[in-house]
């Protein structure tokens, strides 16, 4: 008699064919992956710097300040009176010289009262004369007994009032020249007209500003340092000063003043330099830099700016063994396309340029 097969027993063994043939698969899958070949990593190419040398200079510490030109002596001068403007006898950018007439006021009223003060000095001084001869002879006359002794002692008083008058009238005069002098405006100094009226006939009061005069042969460049610099900078000692709107320097300035009050809006130290100008290369009122000397000379390399690292304190990389070395310096000057600095041993291979991936130990080939 044949077995009749229930559907569950199917079902099993369908299963268990399924099974089998997955675990086949699957061992198959494994044994091709063990065969692939398994890639090999290869070393990253190292990067190709560009590295100087550095050269070895005598330099002092210094510290870059900023500040604005001024003239050595600048006023605003007007007259002492009042009056009508008569005349103007400089223009603008002209050269005087100390003691030059400016200008000119209308002199008619101050001429009369000169002249009145003269007549009355003339006609004190005629009065006196009268007196006096009038007292000597009352003397003479008083010892032959011709008058009495209280016209005696009334003709010396009349004599001495008399001289008093003229003391009093040349004062007047003194004064009313002096009020005439006043109406000529005369330079107080030497220097260049920077402003001056164009035109007469206008009416000035006493003081009134009508012409700025400047001294330009020396600029004072007013500038400020920090509080732990002002005793590393003396007096006396020369320095760069650069125009930072044209290319005019000098090698002459000198620190002239350190003042011993910090400027209270910004606690720094107001220094004062004086800077040559007679060749009229400077311009006043406008802005140049100065790289003030901190200390003696001493022995400092130069670089290229453009080696320099700011990041995280000033430094620079050098190449030593195909790494890349971190050497902090301390910045002593900066120059155009240089700088000097000081570092703990000398500088060789630097790299010029460096990028921002660079760090300590990186691997790299010069070019």
């Given amino acids: 008699m044949n077995p009749t097969w229930k559907p569950s027993a199917v079902r099993a063994l369908a299963a268990v064919g399924l099974a089998t043939a997955a675990l086949s698969l699957s061992a198959c899958q494994k044994a091709d992956a063990s065969s692939a070949p398994v890639p090999v990593a290869t070393p990253e190419a190292a990067q190709a710097v560009r590295v100087v040398a550095a050269r070895t200079v005598q330099a002092a510490p210094s510290e870059p300040v900023t500040g604005t030109l001024y003239p050595a002596q600048a006023l605003q001068v007007g007259f002492e009176v009042g009056g009508r403007l008569a005349a103007v006898k400089v223009a603008k950018g002209q050269q005087v010289k100390k003691g030059d007439v400016l200008a000119q006021l209308d002199s008619e009223i101050s001429d009369a009262q000169v002249a009145g003060a003269e007549a009355a000095v ?23 007994g011709g008058v009495s002794d209280l016209q005696n002692r009334a003709s010396t008083a009349t004599a001495a009032q008399a001289q008093a008058q003229v003391l009093a009238a040349k004062a007047q005069l003194a004064q009313a020249r002096a009020a005439r002098r006043r109406h000529e405006l005369r330079a107080p100094f030497a220097g260049t007209i920077i402003d001056a009226p164009e035109q007469t006939g206008a009416t000035v009061g006493p003081g009134t500003p009508l012409f700025t ?54 606690r720094r130290v107001p220094v004062e330099l004086a800077v040559p100008n007679a060749e009229g290369r400077f311009v006043a009122h406008t802005l140049a830099r100065a790289v003030l000397p901190m200390g003696e000379a001493q022995a400092a390399q130069v670089v290229p700016g453009s080696a320099l690292s700011s990041s995280n304190g000033d430094h620079v990389f050098v190449v030593s063994a195909g790494e890349v070395r971190r050497v902090d310096v301390q910045v002593l000057e900066r120059r155009e396309r240089e700088v000097v600095v000081l570092a703990p041993a000398p500088l060789e291979s630097v790299i010029d340029y460096p990028t921002p991936g660079l760090a300590q130990g990186t691997r790299v080939s010069v070019k």
């Fill in 213 to 266: 005069l400047e001294h330009l042969d020396t600029l004072l460049l007013k500038t400020t340092v920090a509080e732990s610099m002002r005793s590393r900078l003396k007096p006396g000692v020369k320095v760069r000063v650069d125009s930072i709107g044209a290319r005019t320097s000098t090698e002459d300035a000198v620190v002239r003043n350190i003042l011993p009050s910090a400027d209270p809006a910004t």
């Fill in 122 to 144: 003339a006609a004190a001084e005629a009065a006196s004369a009268m007196a006096a001869d009038v007292a000597a002879r009352n003397v003479k006359l008083q010892q032959e």
